[in-house]
């Protein structure tokens, strides 16, 4: 039986990763909006067990609705589904779990008011970030 993974999914303005590793957020930890929204970024923060590191894992990344469909804008899913693999560090004590993030930039969205939800699916695990489209003027 393999380890559960870890994630915390935030929604922030802007976020870039650099070449150690570590994520620079901007504006993190929002979740209410309006419609157009502005451009933003979805950061994935993910702890990868010892006993998956070197191997590919799913990761699917989608915008849903209040009810789990996925947004379509200009017939296109709003997402990325990609393969992760993450390697063990020489001399990573046995056990430790190894972090690895990615963000996702995403520019102006045309959302219908309501309660939306970036649902990442991690090898079949399920983590998410909420937010809330405000109607114009409220």
């Known amino acids: 039986m393999t380890s559960p993974l870890d994630a915390t999914v935030l929604l922030c303005d802007a976020a870039v990763a650099d070449m150690s590793g570590k994520m620079h957020m901007l504006g993190a930890g929002w979740s209410v909006t309006s419609s157009p929204t502005a451009p933003a970024a979805v950061v994935v923060l993910l702890k990868v067990p010892w006993d998956r590191a070197n191997t590919k894992l799913r990761i699917a990344l989608t915008l849903?609705?209040?009810?789990?469909?996925?947004?379509?804008?200009?017939?296109?899913?709003?997402?990325?589904?990609?393969?992760?693999?993450?390697?063990?560090?020489?001399?990573?004590?046995?056990?430790?779990?190894?972090?690895?993030?990615?963000?996702?930039?995403?520019?102006?969205?045309?959302?219908?008011?309501?309660?939306?939800?970036w649902l990442l699916d991690a090898a079949g695990q399920q983590f998410s970030a909420g937010f809330t489209v405000m109607a114009p003027g409220a």
Request: charged residues 25%.
């Open 64 to 117: 849903v609705d209040a009810d789990g469909r996925p947004v379509v804008i200009e017939d296109q899913t709003v997402g990325i589904e990609r393969f992760l693999e993450v390697g063990r560090p020489p001399g990573l004590e046995h056990g430790v779990p190894i972090d690895t993030s990615f963000t996702l930039s995403v520019g102006p969205m045309p959302l219908v008011p309501g309660r939306y939800r």
